[in-house]
């Protein structure tokens, strides 16, 4: 029996902080158990693209190439608890890599949130597929419903907008945001942001030279070229990470280790032991899997690691806190070895509304073509002419050193 009720207790607390939505203190919590609680001086409020002539044309219609459309736009105290959207027509036809999504704080002109629309929400790519986590999820059918549970404050308003990037006509446009309102917020409430970066890293000097299969491997201390995922400045937590990364070979993607320069740090007080390790797995893994905090929400599903792999990890329970700054980085493959296309939306909290970078224009989004059997059999060939084009070549030769 006190087995069982320990087991029982288990999953109340597991329960309870997979539906956690923040890692910050707010007013209210949104978990099992605040939801007991009567409070004062909330008003629950709603703004979403329903009919307002009563009929069932339920969505923004009609968003041209180009086109702005606001979303919400509140003044006053109160927070955002849901945000939900979907859009047609589907991925296949319309990216929504370049749809853009921006959210302001407080009547800062700068964007806190900017970000393609897709990769927000977990969905990476210009493709739609299921996706689970606490703050996260992109739900039936096939993934094209995108939710979000992050609380978002604010204290003198709050506006949202979307800009269609895309070169066509965005046909309609579904979306329900829940917020309450309140006289004043809470001081220690923090502000919402959240970041887009993608960059094709570098291959290094000598080669992709991943597990030191061109020789031995150099060592990285100070994570000068590592991948950004975050470069903050302010007072605030770090909350997670959605990780996009198309990788053109079979070889493993992600032996490179996390690294966090805290409050202005040279050397990383934070370092890793491997990217899947970082996303709380092991061995380089190719299954899908879903945590409230983490998991493989798509892999590659081709030889070795190549394809398409996105993986996550929420920091609710963990924050990385922060006093003046934060940069959160990561290396591409051991040493910052490996060509990947890599992308990423980072989440934190900071004490006031800040604007975040700009992000790549549609140009600098573009993805790199997918690399198949059709290259690497070029490849294969190029190697056969390089090693003396016998007519038997295996693959797994290697050309005999020159002698004196």
């Known amino acids: 029996m006190l087995n069982r009720m320990k087991i029982m207790k288990t999953i109340s607390l597991f329960l309870a902080g997979a539906l956690a939505a923040v890692a910050t203190a707010q007013v209210p919590t949104g978990d099992l158990m605040s939801v007991t609680k009567i409070r004062e001086g909330l008003k629950s409020r709603h703004a979403g693209s329903y009919d307002r002539t009563g009929g069932n044309g339920d969505n923004l219609s009609n968003i041209a190439d180009g086109e702005t459309r606001t979303l919400l736009d509140v003044k006053g105290a109160g927070i955002i608890e849901r945000f939900w959207v979907t859009i047609a027509p589907p991925p296949e036809q319309l990216s929504r890599n370049d749809v853009i999504l921006r959210m302001y704080w407080d009547g800062n002109p700068e964007p806190s949130v900017n970000s393609p629309i897709g990769p927000f929400f977990g969905q990476g790519w210009d493709e739609s597929y299921p996706f689970v986590s606490a703050p996260l999820a992109d739900a039936p059918r096939d993934g094209r419903a995108m939710v979000c549970y992050f609380a978002m404050p604010f ?3 709050a ?8 070169g066509k006509t965005i046909g309609a ?9 309140m006289d004043a917020l809470p001081a220690d409430e923090g502000r919402f942001h959240a970041w887009y970066h993608r960059e094709i890293t570098p291959a ?4 992709e030279n991943e597990w030191s299969v061109l020789g031995p491997q150099g060592k ?3 994570g000068e070229k590592n991948y950004v995922i975050a470069d903050l ?4 937590q770090f909350v997670g990470v959605n990780y996009y990364v198309q990788s053109p070979s079979p070889m493993w993607y992600g032996e490179g280790d996390e690294m966090a320069f805290i409050d202005g740090e040279t ?4 370092v890793g032991t491997g990217t899947e390790d970082y996303f709380n797995q092991s061995w380089s893994p190719t299954q899908l899997y879903s945590h409230p905090y983490f998991g493989a929400a798509r892999v590659g599903g081709e030889t070795g690691w190549l394809g398409r792999f996105h993986n996550y990890r929420f920091h609710i329970a963990d924050p990385i806190y922060f006093d003046k700054a934060l940069k959160f980085t990561i290396e591409h493959g051991h040493n910052n070895v490996l060509t990947l296309d890599l992308a990423t939306v980072a989440y934190w909290y900071q004490s006031e509304a800040v604007g975040v970078p700009a992000i790549p224009d549609k140009a600098g989004r573009k993805l790199m073509p997918a690399i198949g059997a059709v290259e690497i059999l070029r490849w294969r060939d190029a190697w056969r002419k390089a090693m003396g084009n016998d007519p038997k070549l295996w693959g797994n030769e290697t050309k005999p050193e020159k002698k004196d």
């Open 204 to 207: 290094a000097p000598g080669g």
């Open 233 to 236: 400045k302010g007072h605030g």
């Open 267 to 270: 050397t990383p007080s934070i």
């Open 173 to 181: 446009f579904y979306y329900n945001i829940d917020y309450v309102t």
């Open 159 to 166: 506006r949202i907008e979307i800009e269609n990037q895309s």
């Open 155 to 157: 204290a003198k308003g």
């Open 220 to 222: 990285n201390v100070k």
